[in-house]
Nanobody, 124 residues
C-alpha cells in the first residue's frame, strides 16, 4: 500500500549536517504518521523522530532532540530529517517508516511500512 525510499545519506564530519529524504508512494500518504529510525552495527533499531499526519505534532528521541528536525510535505509525498551538529554516535543506517495512524508512535512494531535505509557515517 505504501512504498518508501530514503536518500541523502553519506559521510560527514563531526558537527556537520545532512538532510535525509523519504519519498513515499500511495494514495493515502497524508493519512499516515511517519517516523525515522536508525540502526548501528550490533545495536537494536532505535527510534529517532516521528511526525503526525498533518505535521502538527513531532516527537524526538532524547539523543537527537535539539539537533534533528523532522518535517513532511504531503503534497510532494515526502518526509525529511534535517540532522545538524552530527556526532559519531549518530552513525547508523537510517530508515523511514509509515504508520497507519494520524498521531505517530515511538514503537517499532507499530509501523506498517519501511524503506530500505540509507547509511549515515559521521567521522570523528
Amino acid at each position: 500500500q505504501v512504498q518508501l525510499v530514503e536518500s541523502g545519506g553519506g559521510l560527514v564530519q563531526t558537527g556537520g549536517s545532512l538532510r535525509l529524504s523519504c519519498a513515499a508512494s500511495g494514495r493515502t500518504f497524508s493519512m499516515y504518521a511517519m517516523g525515522w529510525f536508525r540502526q548501528a552495527p550490533g545495536k537494536e533499531r532505535e527510534f529517532v523522530a516521528a511526525i503526525s499526519w498533518n505535521g502538527g505534532l513531532t516527537v524526538y528521541a532524547d539523543s537527537v532532540k535539539g539537533r534533528f528536525i523532522i518535517s513532511r510535505d504531503n503534497a510532494k509525498k515526502m518526509v525529511y530529517l534535517q540532522m545538524n551538529s552530527l556526532k559519531p554516535e549518530d552513525t547508523a543506517v537510517y530508515f523511514c517508516a509509515a504508520e497507519q495512524s494520524t498521531i505517530g508512535t515511538m514503537r517499532r512494531n507499530d509501523y506498517d511500512y519501511w524503506g530500505q535505509g540509507t547509511q549515515v557515517t559521521v567521522s570523528s
